[in-house]
């Protein structure tokens, strides 16, 4: 059998320890020491025991408290720590492209927020988020996006209703995902005049999932980020900056919210390409403490 990676070490050690003090229920027998030496068997059980435990549920992580392997974990745990005086629960959520509520389901499974605003344009994507979130009642279905204008647009829809996107086109597709369906009219609003109607004070998570529209959506809640009215935030990219102005790029994203007072708290890596430079990237920020 290969040794443990070093960084389970430590798990090896509690195990061994909790060996030596005869704990049965790791054992699953009664076992007595009559010295401090390890005898050769319990060694090996704590070595395969650490090796599975930091093979299947990673428990490095969990030891150690990473950030950006999860950002609703993250966001969870920057909110139950206070991190910022203004946001300390995840009451209410902004999900800007809810697509057919994935991400509602995790947020009332993993968080149980009071109010989660889906917000999904394309109709037909609508009524399957309408119907995957009918028992939820703390999800309120909008169908409309959130951009930087309040007008109609064309938004093209894909095969696979999750590239849908109001950008030409995104880098991070592959091709046999690109089939092209048709180009329907949608509804957009900013984030400043929803929030208004809506009249909610505080959004206090905003996961935005705009196939590179996400910099248009930040463009249009100027006011709700200078007054802080949003607290964390996490928003979708492919990759950090092109040359040619294509869409889905962090650093133009990153420059708008760090001009409003808002800080990069961690990555989160989805998907890499291993044919191009791009993937599947989020990024979660917050308002700088006061």
């Known amino acids: 059998m290969s040794p443990p990676t070093l960084w389970s070490s430590r798990l090896e050690d509690d195990l061994q320890c909790k060996a030596m003090r005869c704990d049965s229920s790791l054992l699953g027998f009664p076992l007595r020491m009559e010295s401090n030496v390890m005898p050769s068997f319990v060694k090996d059980w704590a070595a395969r025991a650490s090796y599975r435990v930091q093979t299947k549920v990673g428990y490095r992580f969990l030891r150690t408290k990473r950030f950006g392997l999860d950002w609703l974990d993250d966001a ?21 492209g809810a697509n057919v509520g994935q991400t509602a389901s995790k947020l009332v499974q993993r968080i149980c927020p009071k109010a989660i605003y889906s917000f999904e344009p394309v109709e037909s994507t609508f009524a399957q988020l309408k119907a995957n979130t009918r028992t939820l009642p703390s999800v309120h279905c909008l169908n409309y996006g959130l951009s930087d204008v309040n007008a109609n647009s064309s938004i093209h829809i894909y095969e696979s209703s999750v590239y849908a996107s109001t950008c030409d086109r995104t880098p991070v597709m592959s091709p046999e995902n690109e089939t092209y369906l048709r180009t329907d009219t949608i509804k957009l609003k900013t984030l400043d005049k929803a929030r208004a109607e809506l009249g909610v004070e505080k959004i206090d998570l905003l996961k935005i999932d705009t196939e ?35 869409s889905g790029t962090f650093f133009p994203v990153d420059a708008a919210l760090v001009s409003h007072g808002y800080r990069l708290v961690a990555f989160y890596t989805d998907h890499v390409h291993s044919d191009r430079s791009t993937g599947i990237y989020n990024a979660l920020y917050m308002p700088e403490p006061q």
């Not at 969870?76 to 800007?96: G, Q, Y």
């Open 76 to 96: 969870a745990r920057i909110a139950r720590e206070a991190w910022h005086p203004s946001f300390t629960k995840l009451d209410v959520v902004f999900d800007v």
């Open 212 to 246: 590179g529209a996400d910099l248009r959506t930040i463009q249009g809640a100027q006011a709700s980020l200078q007054s802080k009215a949003i607290g964390l935030i996490v928003f979708e990219f492919y990759r950090p900056s092109d040359a040619t102005g294509a």
